[in-house]
């Protein structure tokens, strides 16, 4: 954002108008800041200072739905009352909007454009008993587990709020809670997800929506990425189709890079697999990096692939229209996995003096990306962003759940994961307090285990699609007793 734009934030039941946060500096004597302030908190003072109230006429209703996570939806149902067709679906960042799901007695079934990972999560039911909170193992009442949550949170020297699997309200509440108890925020994602925050903040990067990909890409080069697993449905919802908003006959090419296509699984016009070492891809992109720039190489291989290989993939770079660079950061899991990413952007970046070319980086699993979205526009940072001297302060590495718990320094743990019940809390020395979907099954029983509603299945909610401009409104779609994320968090807090 430029200096001097104005963006949108909530404070309380308000959204204002604020203006933007690199003005810090030329206005700190205006708002008193001592110069000798930690630079994150005098931030933090000016951003809290500069509010302006939003004219009457500007339209911030939606911005008020997303806050509260009451998107007004009207399900559209199909022929059979107990079929909802039209449903976003919640668990991968792809957040397919074309669900038809039935209901029968509280149990949900995918009856059509589901996947593996939707079929799972979506028709996984209550089991009897599941809903009910616990304390110390033993059945609890809901205040009860609120009550015992809020006094491990009071008594904590240095809380941890972390998995953080919640949609945009959740998000929110997280982040009112952990200033509230001046605790830690990080998302059980952000080890993956730092490897492209890095390269963000470092050099910047130059991506597409999956709109542009599904209308405009002629070349899709997947990066040592297991697409089908992590996003099943990403090459029948973004490459699949012929028709387009501008033509009928629409045909994009699949490179795959380090990383093939599972048995059974073909492409229409077949993938080509460049057989390169995933660790060295690095070296792959910077040859070339080389032979886009027309650099004449030495080299007689690059990541074990012989550099005619590569020569020809650069020339295909260069002849496509609309290219685009896939990945999964997950999946680029070795050291210093980020150069790698970066590499990457610099070579989109390259491209784009020729042609035009973007990455897409795929993630929003567990609501990583909402997390980080709202993260970023509540306190300035993204995950791993602490609030214990009082004031948003980030450090990927401090911050990290891993450390906090293998040192001790986390006392409490408040672990989140709405999304999957198979995400469960690491152990650590300290207490632990488990928001997490019936059926959660732990290693060693948490202090307090308070079941909530998942977000587009129990309660209405929103989330934001791996290319991060799309916020998606999800349903409710049974009746459930569950409260949900934002709903109990609240209740802690008010009971600190
Ligand atoms: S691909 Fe992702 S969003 Fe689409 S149905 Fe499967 S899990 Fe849901």
């Avoid at 004219?55 to 939606?62: A, E, K, L, M």
């Avoid at 149902?77 to 960042?93: H, K, Q, Y």
Wanted: charged share 20%; aromatic share 6%.
């Amino acid at each position: 954002m430029r200096e001097g734009a104005y963006c949108l934030v909530q404070v309380g039941a308000n959204i204002r108008l604020e203006r933007n946060l690199s003005m810090t500096d030329r206005l700190l004597p205006t708002f008193g800041a001592p110069a000798d302030m930690p630079w994150q908190a005098r931030h933090w003072a000016v951003r809290k200072s500069l509010k302006v109230d939003i004219p009457r006429h500007c339209d911030v209703r939606g911005s008020m739905h997303l806050s509260r996570g009451q998107v007004p939806v009207t399900m559209s149902r199909s022929s059979s009352s107990s079929e909802v067709s039209n449903v976003t679906c919640p668990f991968c960042g792809l957040a397919c909007d074309d669900l038809v799901v039935g209901t029968a007695a509280g149990r949900l079934a995918v009856r059509a454009n589901g996947c593996p990972i939707s079929l799972a999560l979506f028709e996984r039911g209550s089991t009897p008993g599941a809903a009910q909170p616990r304390v110390g193992g033993k059945a609890a009442t809901l205040e009860q587990a609120v009550g015992e949550a809020a006094r491990l949170l009071r008594e904590a020297r240095q809380p941890l709020v972390a998995g953080l699997g919640t949609d945009v309200a959740g998000a929110r509440a997280a982040t009112r809670l952990a200033e509230r108890c001046r605790g830690v925020l990080d998302h059980m994602n952000s080890t993956a997800a730092g490897r492209n925050a890095l390269v963000v903040q470092d050099s910047g990067w130059i991506t597409t929506t999956l709109s542009e990909v599904r209308n405009r890409a002629d070349l899709v080069v997947v990066a040592a990425s297991d697409i089908p697993s992590r996003f099943p449905r990403f090459f029948e919802r973004c490459l699949g189709n012929r028709e387009t908003m501008f033509g009928a006959e629409r045909q994009c090419e699949v490179v795959l890079l380090g990383l093939g296509l599972p048995d059974g699984l073909t492409l229409n016009p077949p993938a080509k697999l460049v057989p390169c070492e995933v660790p060295r891809l690095q070296e792959a992109f910077a040859v070339l990096r080389a032979l886009v720039a027309g650099r004449a190489l030495q080299a007689r291989e690059a990541a074990g692939v012989p550099l005619l290989v590569w020569q020809e993939l650069a020339d295909r770079m260069l002849a496509a229209h609309y290219g685009v660079i896939a990945w999964a950061a997950a999946d680029l899991d070795f050291p210093h996995a980020e150069l790698t990413v970066q590499v990457l952007c610099e070579l989109i970046k390259d491209l784009n003096r020729k042609t035009r070319f973007a990455g897409l980086p795929l993630g929003g699993t567990d609501g990583d990306l909402t997390v980080d979205a709202v993260l970023l526009w509540q306190t300035g940072f993204g995950s791993r962003t602490s609030y214990a001297r009082g004031y948003p302060e980030y450090d990927p590495y401090h911050y990290s759940t891993a450390r906090l718990l293998q040192t001790g320094e986390a006392d409490v743990l408040l672990w989140i994961s709405s999304f999957n019940e198979a995400r469960t809390p690491p152990s650590g020395p300290g207490a632990t307090v488990a928001l997490g979907r019936p059926g959660m099954n732990f290693q060693r029983e948490p202090e307090v285990f308070i079941p909530v509603g998942t977000p587009g299945i129990d309660h209405a909610g929103c989330m934001f699609r791996s290319d991060r401009v799309v916020a998606l409104p999800l349903r409710r779609l049974r009746e459930a007793a569950l409260p949900g994320v934002a709903e109990v968090l609240g209740a802690i807090e008010g009971a600190l």
